[in-house]
């Protein structure tokens, strides 16, 4: 894939026409499409990436797993988002939580500053009752919401608009401009009366009113087809669901804004010994410019070596050099001396190799 870099600054490059309104979403992989660090999760950890730009909120001693499911509402989507609940728990307290989020980042909500929005989604759990949305910047500013879960195992759409308040400090950068919590329950301290109205009260992330999505074992609960978009203010705007970018390898090229994964037994780097002969050099760029400069994450050594001559050697360690927006430089100790400016090359030598460089909000 070339490198090709979003136009984040144009979104109206992503306006996409459906009934003669226009929808301009800024959930990245709201369809559920693209699952760079794996398709299942058990025990998901708190703070963990699933889907890419999802992420998992847990203080409770709730257990959830979750995976990539083909259960969806219509054609227009291929996956959906499963949480099954492994562990319950029947009562969270304190300031204990367990939510789902989406950071949007602060250019891509930028065009959304001072007007109405509406999300809108598709929803599927076992458990009926009422859940809470709420949204939040990263300085005390929230807006707690409501739905309500109608009918058990059954596809509904829902949607919520809200008049965006700048007050306060807002980032329209490349920050976290809007975090969108999708709550299944806390405990009572995060809990508000005030409903659908922005206050400074970094705690109010809850309706008191919320019922309780991890109290019964084998509970499941679904999501899919996410989007933010401007509220055009006509009584029947509710536009098809639309990707963020405006084909599925621009929604992929999105999603490594934030977070990028080279896996498998095949994949090369070429490099050039330094210094001592056993000192490689490479450099990696990115098929996307990065958010920020990414944080490195690798396999374990034993799953690379590095070739050079016609002989080649299991590397020693992989250090971290220097990372950028646009590449990564990489420094390879390989076992063998190979002499000083030497063309070699660093490769995978099975399936569990993987380079992984993270910019997640």
Known sequence: MSNLTPRINDLESRDTQTDGKIAKNVIINGGFDFWQRGTSFTALASAEYFADRFIY?????????????????????????????????????????????????????????????????????????????????????????TYTIDASNTWERKTIKVQHDSTGTWNYENGTGLDILFILESGPDNKVSTLDQWVSNPSALCADTQDNFVETGSDEFRLTGIMLTEDTGEPDFDPEFQRAGR?????????????????????????????GGTLNFAVYRYKTRKRAPAVFSASADSTFRVIALGSSSLIASILQ????????ELRINSSVNFGTNVVTTFNSVNIAAFLAFDAEL
């Open 247 to 275: 084909n599925y390898q621009e929604e992929e090229q999105l999603c490594q804004r934030y977070y990028e994964r080279i896996t498998g037994s095949s994949f090369t780097l070429p490099c050039r010994t330094i210094g």
């Open 321 to 328: 050099s220097q990372t950028y927006e646009d590449f990564f």
């Open 57 to 145: 909120i847990n203080s409770s001693t709730a257990v959830h797993t979750a995976s990539r499911d083909t259960d969806v509402p219509n054609d227009d989507l291929a996956y959906s988002s499963l949480f099954t609940l492994t562990t319950p728990d029947a009562a969270l307290t304190a300031t204990q939580l367990c939510t789902i989020s989406h950071r949007v980042e602060g250019y891509f909500f930028r065009d959304l500053k001072d007007k109405k929005f509406m999300l809108s989604f598709w929803v599927k759990a076992t458990k009926t009752g009422t859940a809470s949305i709420c949204f939040r910047n990263q300085t005390g500013r929230n807006y707690v919401t």
